[in-house]
């Protein structure tokens, strides 16, 4: 059981580039979430799949998109990098008993 | 707007004592909680949860919550160098319900001296 997993680990950027974070859990869960850390800022909401085939909002969503592929799989794109959107990346899927669980990240640099 | 409040410290406890982690909610609707520790780089994980009023314990973690007063804490006994971290407080819906997820508070750091 891996969990939840993200590719890349680790993205350099420059501004105006494009880019997908990929992120997969294998336990079946329904709901997948997309964070970004930022210091001081605590984990922010970018966007949610409560269940394949949908997707919504979060807090902070403007400049990305999401796609949830199937059950297992949930992606983040940038379409056009800015350097506001430096920040660490998260993955996270929703257990029975409302808990979340993390993948290891994907640290983004838009230069 | 759901707000979750944490002393973002610097927290310094002697190793061997009692760590006090405190998290207060605005969202009256909150049904389950969370506490998820963090080490510096790596991804939040999951140490506690409770959905009920009173104490909750699991090992060196107790976890203490009060609905009336929306008021979640985290007590951490013998305390280990090893427990140096963050310490995120996460309020969310009930079981089944609040599919857009978790309202994480910004952080307690932790620091236990040795």
């Known amino acids: 059981n891996a969990g939840v997993t993200q590719t890349p680990k680790f993205q350099v950027l420059k501004t105006g580039q494009s880019m997908t974070l990929q992120c997969a859990q294998d336990m079946n869960h329904n709901s997948m979430y997309w964070y970004r850390q930022d210091p001081g800022m605590g984990l922010r909401l970018i966007y949610y799949?409560?269940?394949?085939?949908?997707?919504d909002k979060g807090e902070v969503p403007n400049g990305y998109n999401v796609s949830r592929l199937n059950k297992r799989e949930f992606s983040l794109r940038l379409e056009s990098a800015a350097p506001s959107q430096t920040s660490v990346y998260f993955c996270?899927?929703?257990?029975?008993?409302?808990?979340?669980?993390f993948g290891p990240g994907t640290r983004l640099t838009v230069l | 707007q759901k707000e979750v409040e944490q002393n973002s410290g610097p927290l310094s406890v002697p190793e061997g004592a009692i760590a006090s982690l405190n998290c207060t909610y605005s969202d009256r609707g909150s049904q389950s909680f969370f506490w998820y520790r963090q080490y510096s780089g790596k991804s939040p994980e999951l140490i506690m949860f409770i959905y009920s009023n009173g104490d909750k314990e699991d090992g060196r973690f107790t976890a203490q919550l009060n609905k009336a007063s929306q008021y979640v804490s985290l007590l951490i006994r013998d305390s280990q160098p090893s427990d140096s971290a963050t310490y995120l407080c996460?309020?969310?819906?009930?079981?089944?319900?609040?599919?857009?997820?978790?309202?994480f508070g910004k952080g307690t750091h932790l620091i236990i001296q040795p």
């Open positions: 799949s409560a269940s394949e085939g949908t997707t």
């Open positions: 996460a309020p969310g819906a009930g079981r089944g319900g609040g599919a857009d997820g978790l309202t």
């Open positions: 996270a899927s929703r257990g029975a008993g409302n808990e979340q669980f």
